[in-house]
């Protein structure tokens, strides 16, 4: 039998980093979890345990609080271009980066004071590679929302194992995971790792745009949720990727996973109670997992962006 070395990648996992820039008593914190992978020539330490190409993850994890000092941490993408550029440019055996980052939001309660925000988690995944190609694909997940009406569900199929009861008024609920592509990445290649300074100014350029498409994009998806009269969690799921589609020209491409939280009316006739659709059992599980992308007819080709 014969086998040889197929698609790998390493990196540091979770690399937790908390910025605080201070500007005389007010200070501005950013809270982010960094996810760096990066592959290339590992034909060697794969099969040899030869490590002459590897860029240890002890030093990607380095790399992270070193940039964070020196670049600042302004709009994730920015900051995961910022990082995957170096790997790809500073090492000649990567050839691809993929950076991975979470943010934690925090609200302002004093001026060096804050409450962690209860709310969704705001994410980006970065690639670049030895030839200059970048893509950025930013996003949020666990943004849970609800609408107490407007929902339906009928007219589907019926089969001997079917026992659920149309429904013309139902809770819809769900924690939506969303994700689009910018059509373009900002910013362009630097050749060397003294090029990182002309890299963050030209990453920066962008970060506006970034922050700008991220409030648009979920202002998008909250208002087609609340909008849209449901006749199933699908059509609730191509308005939002639609609106957000019409509303942002920069992006060609979201792709959504929404978990149906079902809310049951709970029987109270035993103890002598109606129940006009005021009651509920939330029920955390099993739960409907539908997901979707909606994209642009002219959407420039993906390439490694989903990977």
Partial sequence: MT????????????????????????????????????SGD?????????????????????????????????????????LARHFV?????????????????????????????GGEVRTCVVHHDEDGRSTVVSGLKDLVVLNSTGSEFHGYIVDEYTTLEPTTDRILATAVAAQWRHADAAGSDSASDSASDSASDSASDSASDYAKAYTEVRRCLLDAFADTHSLSLQQTLYAMGERALTACPEICEIRLAMPN?????????????????????????????????????DAPDAGFAWE
Avoid: C
């Fill in 3 to 38: 086998v040889k070395l197929g698609a790998n990648r390493y990196g540091k996992a979770e690399t937790r980093l908390v910025h605080v820039v201070r500007q005389g008593p007010v200070h501005h914190v950013k809270d982010i979890s960094v996810s760096t992978s990066l």
């Fill in 261 to 297: 939280k079902h809310h049951f009316p709970v029987d109270l006739s035993p103890f002598g109670l109606d129940n006009d659709n005021e009651v509920f059992f939330a029920a955390d599980r099993p739960y409907g997992l539908i997901e979707g992308g909606v994209l642009r007819e």
């Fill in 89 to 117: 440019a500073s090492q000649p055996s990567i050839h691809h980066a993929r950076v991975e980052i979470e943010e934690y939001g925090w609200n302002r309660t004093g001026p060096h004071s804050f409450v962690r925000d």
């Fill in 42 to 82: 590992m034909e060697a330490v794969h099969l040899t345990g030869d490590n002459a190409a590897v860029l240890p993850t002890d030093s990607q994890k380095n790399t992270v609080y070193a940039f964070a000092r020196r670049h600042g941490v302004g709009q994730i993408e920015a900051f995961a271009l910022l």
